[in-house]
């Protein structure tokens, strides 16, 4: 759907404008739909990036630090959101071995196990994407905005 019709809204000052409002407009779908499939798990997009994160590190330890460093949404507190990945069980905290000073964080089998429940319905809704967007058009996208961004 284009986006003068999604927000009624027929004109723009210009193209830069309409590509603005279009990004946020888009950006809050992909939220949205990501929030229905992370609720039905009982955590936040933010928890599921957190734990991708540290999959990623899997089997090593990673700190909060180098976690939000490479989070998607910066504006969150690492703390918080491991605390409460702490209390699910789905990832552990201990003291660093070499710098007593600097905390570990790591993924539990439990923690995975969410991870690999989750991947179905977030592939069906990728799936959807690709119904809709080329992978040519995927790559041009995901080019442009990073030119955008510098």
Not at 58 to 69: L, N, Q, R, V, W
Not at 88 to 102: H, P
Request: charged share 30%.
């Amino acid at each position: 759907m284009k986006i003068e019709k999604a927000i009624k809204q027929p004109k723009f000052n210009d193209a830069y404008q309409k590509l603005v409002v279009n990004l946020f407009f888009t950006s809050n779908w992909l939220r949205d739909a990501q929030n229905s499939i992370m609720k039905q798990y009982d955590i936040l997009p933010q928890h599921y990036n957190v734990l991708r994160i540290l999959k990623g590190k899997h089997p090593e330890a990673s700190c909060p630090g180098d976690i939000k460093e490479v989070m998607i949404d910066k504006g969150n507190d690492v703390t918080r959101l491991l605390d409460k990945l702490v209390h699910k069980g789905l990832v552990k905290r201990s003291l660093c071995e070499e710098n007593r000073r600097k905390m570990d964080v790591s993924i539990t089998k439990e923690g995975l196990q969410l991870l690999n429940d989750i991947e179905s319905p977030l592939q069906d809704h990728l799936a959807e994407i690709k119904r809709r967007v080329s992978t040519e058009e995927a790559e041009i996208m995901s080019s442009l905005l990073d030119k955008m961004r510098g």
